[in-house]
């Protein structure tokens, strides 16, 4: 097997997917909080201001999700077909979210009528919640993993994927993103809408914290296999463990009104829970309990090394460029929301 | 019901529903670059007023686009996860191209040019304009690459047997220049700068005939028109090269474009007409020979007739592409017919003389929308009975473990989403329209309190 700096192509590329998959999660992952706590605020003028603060980014974070299904299509098309088929139902309803979401944010202050915008706010609020929750649904099933058939094709009922470690993860999810959002809207605003939001932020942090030990405690209880990759390599605690001091950051960091150094500790939070997820499945991209063999590996679901070759330069040229455009696009927007004629 | 057939009709109408709002953002863009380069240069009011009006306008069609456009990107999977296996080295590179080239380009940039204004100066507006234009230029590039090669494929082998069969990348730079790619790439540009034109033409004709906002809607009229005009006369060529390389790459599809049966006959060309499937004949008005001069420059030519292929190697509805087809050219001569005889108008100093020509232009907004879906229906159902043609069926690149049921839910689920979001979409567009290219030019930013944000006193000001 070719390498390159002494790893092979397919661990790079499962390596590339895992860092585009982390950064739709920190990006989206703020705007889609921002979204699931709206109806928290109950003024116009404050879900207005909320909504401006996402208005210029959320689709390039959004785009992110686009690379990520693209990587996951092109480098492992055979865990991009068995997982979009396998998820037919929970992912349909997360694009008709998907769908709902661009639009309520598109459509709701284009018109005055305090009905239409009500309406628009519930469809908004409630489409970031589930497709927050269909996104922790699908990460659950696909840690746990799903049964395959000799064709590496799902062979379970759908109905399966509601199981109370993935529903956990589901919850997990939520309330890791509302955090991440409510601390990402109190860098965004002022007087008492920031008031109101540093309460919400300690709230959802709370929220965050409980569920994330409930999983952890399910996991360790009754899927022991997934520690295995930490009880064989014991060095490797070190990111439990930063992930853990990273958590405790938030609320102090929140506490001293250093929001920003609160919203790089829940990214670095986000990032380090999926580099553990990614060491608890690797090889495994699908894993298939019941039939082990079945599985679908970074190395049994791979286009051809060429491909792999091809796509690692086109990363090469694309993550730079994609950097100095959303760093400009952010400093552009930085600070406090101002509405203008423009505005949402 | 069949699951081919469900999974079919679902692409069909989320493809063709999508396929409305990517080119309008393509043209518009270039309408865009347009108006905000003439305002940098001029400094006139009216473009800077013109522009903001139609970056509004691009807005809520970008934000459909992309909504239904992430649909597309994971309905491979879910719907085609055989194919997507099959095509994943080639179709699933291009596509990760797309988004990490063209969409993060075009999204980033967007966020400036709809909320930038007053914080950044005109000259960084005007290059974030120009990124989102090309932006979307880029993201035809990728997605048509991959259509392409589906059509023509070139830089592949084949590995593995049976279940297990799939293409992969030989030649990265063959694949992506199979021999369809360019000419179909500029035929799909063109098709969807013509879409914007022709947008912002019916629009400014409708100001003109109520009498509205006249000072900027006769000078975007004429920028419009100038674009279209420019255009559709190009498509004309470039369209004919397209067909060319069916001609040559794609023989069962060009027989089933005209109804042409019979390999050693004279082929015609049809101004439109009726193709009968079961009696393999087609009747209507043609141009005896006409295909066979343009395949071989020759009126006296045989061409390549759908017998020579065994049927079930056949376009399934050959009457279908012949109507599409025909559609397509139709709506094509309309936009060059029409965009002449506005200029011919212009040079006499009539062009906004006659009511009944504004009508014409009002409604001249379908056109194109028209020509664009025909022509991808003809170029899809072209291709049938392959997905990949000559290499892999559309019967087996269906997911084998997504049932009729799950299919028929996610399509009705769609149909009523799409129904709604289209009935909101030509609401909004309307209120826009008629709310018209005013008080957009303001710099000032809003203060809290300010009228515009209370709801029901802006309710009352648009009574």
């Known amino acids: 097997m070719q390498t390159f700096l002494g790893l092979d192509y397919n661990l790079w590329w499962f390596i590339v997917f895992g860092a585009v998959i982390s950064g739709y999660a920190i990006l989206d992952g703020f705007d889609l909080g921002a979204g699931s706590l709206h109806l928290f605020l109950n003024k116009e003028q404050s879900r207005r201001i909320a909504m401006n603060a996402i208005g210029p980014i959320w689709d390039g974070n959004e785009v992110w999700l686009v690379i990520g299904g693209g990587a996951l299509f092109a480098g492992f098309p055979v865990a991009y077909a068995a997982i979009f088929s396998a998820f037919y139902i929970p992912f349909m309803i997360f694009l008709v979210g998907l769908i709902f979401r661009a639009v309520s944010i598109e459509f709701r202050s284009k018109e005055p009528w305090p009905w239409w915008r009500k309406a628009w706010d519930i469809v908004y609020c409630s489409a970031s919640i589930i497709i927050s929750l269909s996104l922790g649904l699908m990460l659950g099933n696909v840690v746990e993993g799903v049964p395959l058939d000799s064709n590496r094709e799902f062979s379970g009922d759908w109905l399966s994927f509601f199981n109370p470690f993935a529903i956990l993860v589901a919850i997990t999810t939520l309330a890791l993103f509302m955090m991440h959002g409510a601390i990402f809207l109190t860098m965004k605003t002022e007087n008492r809408l920031f008031v109101k939001l540093h309460v919400l932020a300690n709230n959802f942090i709370i929220f965050f914290v409980v569920s994330f030990v409930i999983t952890t405690l399910y996991t360790l209880l009754y899927i022991p296999h997934l520690s295995d990759f930490f009880r064989s390599h014991p060095l490797y605690f070190l990111i439990p463990l930063l992930m853990t001091l990273s958590i405790a950051n938030i609320p102090r960091q929140v506490k001293i009104g250093k929001y920003r150094f609160a919203f790089i500790s829940s990214a670095i939070t986000i990032a380090l829970l999926l580099i553990m997820v990614a060491l608890e499945v690797f090889p495994y991209l699908l894993y298939s309990p019941q039939r082990p063999a079945n599985s679908i590996t970074v190395y049994n679901a791979a286009s051809s090394t060429r491909t792999m070759k091809i796509l690692l330069i086109m990363a090469l040229i694309g993550t730079p460029l994609v950097g100095v455009y959303t760093s400009f696009v952010f400093w552009t927007f930085k600070g406090k929301v101002k509405l203008d004629e423009m505005s949402y | ?463």
Request: hydrophobic content about 50%; glycine content about 8%; overall charge neutral.
């Open chain 2, 1 to 463: 019901m069949d699951v081919e057939i469900l999974a079919r009709v679902q692409f069909g109408f989320t493809i063709g529903f999508h396929y409305i709002y990517p080119p309008l953002s393509i043209g518009l863009g270039l309408i865009l670059v347009i108006l905000e380069g003439l305002y940098l240069k001029t400094g006139d009011k009216i473009y800077e007023m013109a522009v903001r009006f139609w970056i509004r306008i691009f807005a809520l069609i970008f934000g459909i686009g992309v909504a239904t456009g992430i649909i597309m990107e994971f309905e491979f999977g879910t719907n085609w996860a055989t194919y997507s296996k099959y095509v994943g080295d080639i179709f699933g590179s291009a596509l990760a191209a797309e988004g990490i080239f063209a969409f993060a380009l075009e999204s980033g940039f967007l966020g400036i040019l709809i909320f930038g204004w007053n914080r950044v100066g005109p000259r960084i507006h005007f290059l974030s304009t120009i990124m989102v234009f090309f932006g979307s230029l880029f993201s035809a590039v990728w997605i048509v690459v991959a259509n392409s090669w589906q059509q023509t494929p070139a830089g592949y082998h084949i590995v593995g047997e049976g279940l297990n069969a799939r293409a992969e990348i030989t030649d990265f730079w063959a694949m992506v220049f199979n021999p369809s790619s360019v000419d179909r790439l500029l035929h799909v540009w063109i098709g969807a700068i013509l879409a914007g034109a022709f947008l912002v033409l019916s629009v400014n004709a409708w100001y003109m005939l109520h009498k509205k906002h006249l000072e900027i809607a006769r000078p975007t009229f004429k920028i419009a028109l100038t674009v279209a005009t420019i255009f559709s006369l190009l498509q004309l060529f470039i369209g004919d090269r397209s067909a060319d390389k069916v001609a040559q790459y794609q023989p069962a599809k060009l027989a089933a474009m005209e109804g042409h049966y019979d390999s050693s006959a004279v082929a015609d060309m049809y101004l439109f007409g009726y193709v009968n499937k079961k009696a393999e004949t087609t009747t209507g008005v043609k141009i005896p020979g006409g295909l066979s001069f343009l395949t071989h420059g020759s009126f006296k030519a045989p061409v390549t007739g759908l017998r020579a292929f065994r049927p079930e190697d056949r376009p399934s509805q050959v009457n279908s592409v012949f109507q599409f087809y025909h559609l397509m050219v139709i709506m094509g001569l309309a936009m060059i017919g029409l965009s002449l005889f506005g200029c011919w108008l212009w040079w006499r100093k009539k062009l906004f003389d006659h009511r009944w020509l504004l009508w014409i232009f009002a409604w001249s907004v379908m056109l194109p929308q028209v020509a664009n879906q025909a022509g991808w229906f003809t170029a899809e159902m072209g291709r049938q009975p392959w997905v990949v043609y000559g290499l892999l069926r559309t019967s087996d690149a269906l997911s084998k473990v997504v049932t009729a049921n799950q299919i028929l839910f996610s399509l009705i689920l769609f149909t009523i989403v799409y129904i709604v979001l289209f009935a909101l979409f030509l609401f909004l567009l309307n209120r826009k329209i008629q709310h018209g290219p005013v008080d957009y030019g303001t710099k000032e930013p809003i203060e809290d309190g300010n009228r515009r944000d209370n709801p029901l006193l802006e309710h009352e000001q648009a009574q």
